[in-house]
Antibody, heavy 118, light 109 residues
Framework: QVQLQESGPGLVKPSQTLSLTCTVS??????????WSWIRQPAGKGLEWIGR???????NYNPSLKSRVTISVDTSKNQFSLKLSSVTAADTAVYYC??????????WGQGTLVTVSS | DIQMTQSPSSLSASVGDRVTITCQAS??????LNWYQQKPGKAPKLLIY???NLETGVPSRFSGSGSGTDFTFTISSLQPEDIATYYC???????????FGQGTKLEIK
C-alpha cells in the first residue's frame, strides 16, 4: 500500500518561496504509470490542483499558478517536491501530495498546513 | 478551462435517507469524473472513479452515474459515518489539468 507524507516549513514569509517535499513509501515512485500531484485547500474552502509530475520528469501545472510553481522528482530518495515562489497570504492552505493514474487521486498524504505570515 | 458546478453546497438529511448530489461540467468531459469524501481534518478519499465505478473497499450504498456534462452521486441509505464534505473532480487532458467542484457539506438532520 503506497503511503505519502508531506514535510516542510509550516510558516513562510510573504514574497518568499514555499518548499515542500512528499516522501513515498510502500512502493517506488519510478514504477507504474502514476502521476504525482500537489493539491491545496485553504481553510474552510475547496480543493485546488497545483500541478503534477510523471516519473520521466514531465510536468503539468495549473495555469493560474504556473508562473510561480516548480515540481520536481528525486527518484533516488523516492520523493517529489513543490516550490511556490512569491507567496502571499492567499497561499495559506493545507497542502496535500497525492498520486494516481491519469484521471484521479488514489493515494493522499495527510496534508500539511502552510501559513504565509511575517 | 472546464468549470464544474456542484450542488447543493450543503445538505441536511436523516439516517436512512437517499441523498443525491449533482455536478455539471461546462463542456463535455465524457466520463472523466471522480467523487471524493472528505471528513474534517482528513485528506479526501476516492469513492467513485470514471463517473460510475466504485473504488475497492467502498460500501455499495455509494454510487455514481452520468456522462458528458451531467453527473450524479448517490448515497442510497445515509449512515452516520457518511457525514463529510463530498467533491466531484474532472480531468481534462488538453492540456492536462484537474478541477474540483465546490463541495457539498452533508449533515445529519
Amino acid at each position: 500500500q503506497v503511503q505519502l507524507q508531506e514535510s516542510g516549513p509550516g510558516l513562510v514569509k510573504p514574497s518568499q518561496t514555499l518548499s515542500l517535499t512528499c516522501t513515498v513509501s510502500g512502493g517506488s515512485i519510478s514504477s507504474g504509470s502514476y502521476y504525482w500531484s500537489w493539491i491545496r485547500q485553504p481553510a474552510g474552502k475547496g480543493l485546488e490542483w497545483i500541478g503534477r509530475i510523471y516519473t520521466s520528469g514531465s510536468t503539468n501545472y495549473n495555469p493560474s499558478l504556473k508562473s510561480r510553481v516548480t515540481i520536481s522528482v528525486d527518484t533516488s530518495k523516492n520523493q517529489f517536491s513543490l516550490k511556490l515562489s512569491s507567496v502571499t497570504a492567499a497561499d495559506t492552505a493545507v497542502y496535500y501530495c497525492a498520486s494516481g493514474l491519469d484521471g484521479g487521486f488514489d493515494y493522499w498524504g495527510q496534508g500539511t498546513l502552510v501559513t504565509v505570515s511575517s | 478551462d472546464i468549470q464544474m458546478t456542484q450542488s447543493p453546497s450543503s445538505l441536511s438529511a436523516s439516517v436512512g435517507d437517499r441523498v443525491t448530489i449533482t455536478c455539471q461540467a461546462s463542456q463535455d468531459i465524457s466520463n472523466y469524473l471522480n467523487w471524493y469524501q472528505q471528513k474534517p481534518g482528513k485528506a479526501p478519499k476516492l469513492l467513485i472513479y470514471d463517473a460510475s465505478n466504485l473504488e475497492t473497499g467502498v460500501p455499495s450504498r455509494f454510487s455514481g452515474s452520468g456522462s458528458g456534462t451531467d453527473f450524479t452521486f448517490t448515497i442510497s441509505s445515509l449512515q452516520p459515518e457518511d457525514i463529510a464534505t463530498y467533491y466531484c473532480q474532472q480531468y481534462d487532458n488538453l492540456p492536462p489539468q484537474y478541477t474540483f467542484g465546490q463541495g457539498t457539506k452533508l449533515e445529519i438532520k
